[in-house]
């Protein structure tokens, strides 16, 4: 295992610094030039749009704009908007912070890209509308075998890695606060995602449409009060934000790499603008016109990073707890638990819970979606649940630093067999 863990770091390490930071940045950009900044002139319409897909409720065999954006921000908004924070301020400092920022900003555009192709090319599968990459990679560059690969990739990539960094979090979380056994809750948590996965899309959008809003409204009033009652610090915290993401000191101690590495990557794994993964769930809303949903999902980025990965590095930064490269997961908890007390560090641990099975079950939701365009066999859909359950379970008890490396290669491959596709349609969707 350390043999491996140490061969994926390399790995990383190059795909991650040559490749796909280059990538994300400059794509990104492309996008926001070719739409005249889609995601700053258009932000009002986004909400506009929000709010009929809410009035509109759900129809019999139908998935709402609404429930679609609860989706994909249940994925969005899991452990990387608390434990991939903390790590990315625990190994890159504040300055990572702006560069998480930045990658939203301007990955926003792609997200927006990559959702109106996935309403464009989208089909009509057994309940609802289903698409994404790989269908946008078959009907609209005529490759089937790239939209297998992409399918493939996504459904180890969400299904099973990252799925495992969810239980992941959610069992050191618990067992930090409440010393619970890791095994006992890996069983309960592993329970409930095979109660819900087996129910299909329509109970994951229900599910997804309740504890969405409620778990991000609860963790907005919580950071609220915190920073009202730190007005004083914060043009200080604000300002070392900035300061750390363009200082003298980090470019001549050679840390100015690690910065930007750690916010760009954590900010992808939050915010997941470009992946490749919100147009699974973008496909499945009914609405009267493919750029609708590209809007809203490009608003889903923001809520994820601006809003909610704000409010985690604004308690952290706050607090007194020393930014320690050895405490990532917990560094949130010991922030919260300095700020309010004890019941800090619970409340962040039930957010975390209610996080992670928001985005186990979103992230199922996507893998459901491309195993259908692989094959109509539903003897694979049934298997493949059972191994979701199993990633569950291994997740919850294994080491930490292997499961983060493993989900940043994958995520890594996925983003550029993604990126590279809206790339060659972009002008579709413009």
Known sequence: MENLNNWIIVTNDFIWTYILIALLICIGIYFTFKSRF?????????FRLLGDGIASGNHKNSV????????ATASRVGTGNLAGVATALALGG???????????????????????????????????????????MEKGLK?????????????????????SVQANTVTLAFHEVFGTSRVWLGIILTLFT????????????????????????????????????????????????????????QFASGGLGAVIMQGVRRGLFSNEAGMGSAPNAA???????PVKQGLIQALSVFTDTLIICSCTALIILLSDVPLDGSVKVQLTQMALSHQIGSVGGQFIAICILLFAFSSIVGNYSYCETNLFFISKNK?????????????VMFGSIAALDLVWNIADLFMAIMAITNLIAIVLLGKIAL
């Open 283 to 289: 496909a499945t809303a009914t609405v009267s016109h």
């Open 38 to 46: 889609v995601q700053f002139r258009n932000i009002r319409e986004m």
């Open 379 to 391: 003897t694979y859909l049934q298997l493949y649940r059972i191994i979701v359950g199993g990633m």
């Open 64 to 71: 709402s704009s609404f429930q679609a954006f609860c989706i």
């Open 94 to 136: 504040p300055g990572a912070i702006f560069w998480m920022w930045l990658i939203a900003l301007i990955g926003s555009a792609s997200a927006f890209i990559e959702s109106t192709l996935a309403q464009i090319y989208k089909v009509k599968g057994d309940r609802s509308f289903i698409g994404g990459p790989a269908f946008y």
């Open 143 to 163: 490759k089937r075998w790239l939209g297998i690969l992409f399918a493939v990739i996504i459904t180890i990539t969400f299904g099973l890695v990252f799925n």
């Open 194 to 249: 095979l109660l819900v996965i087996f129910g299909g899309i329509h109970r994951i959008a229900v599910i997804s449409g309740i504890i969405v809003p409620l778990m991000a409204i609860a963790y907005i009033l919580l950071a609220a009060f915190i920073l009202f009652t730190h007005l004083g610090t914060l043009p200080h915290v604000i300002g070392s934000i900035f300061t750390n993401a363009f200082g003298f000191e």
